[in-house]
């Protein structure tokens, strides 16, 4: 079960990235795509390697994603499908990214929710993440985000 579990999920993300990729190489003005083009090039070739490797069997297995490990993961996931499907266009990348990045950090974050100093350590971690993104993306890269509602 472990090889076709790895085969499956190795499978569908090259599909992903093949769609992607595919969506990247066709969106104008080309400039405003360069850097994406480039990742999705990258994520495709590698997505691609991975999923060759696990028809072959020359991947190492592990145990594969138990029921346990999957629901822990599954508030995260939920979150970035909200994100990559309606947030990022409807809310504006930054600050959809705003969000999702404090939503995960506070899932996922061990320190107790009912201190007000990990909340305000969770806000300041956030803000410096999206100081870094928007310099990155913005300022650095010049590259194109959705914009929407605020920016």
Known sequence: MNRTQHIISSGLVAFVGLWVCGISYTQQP?????????ISSVFVALALW????????????????????????LPGLLVAILYVFWAA?????????????????SLYDPAPHTELRSWIKRLIISGVFMVVIYGLFAKLLKVYTPREIFF
């Open 30 to 38: 080309a400039e405003a795509f360069l850097f994406p083009r480039l």
């Open 50 to 73: 991975t999923f060759g490797k696990a028809i072959m069997g020359w991947s190492k297995v592990g145990n594969g994603v138990s029921a346990r490990a999957f629901m822990q993961m």
């Open 89 to 105: 266009k409807g809310l504006g990348f930054y600050t959809a990214t705003s969000i999702c990045f404090f939503i995960l950090l």
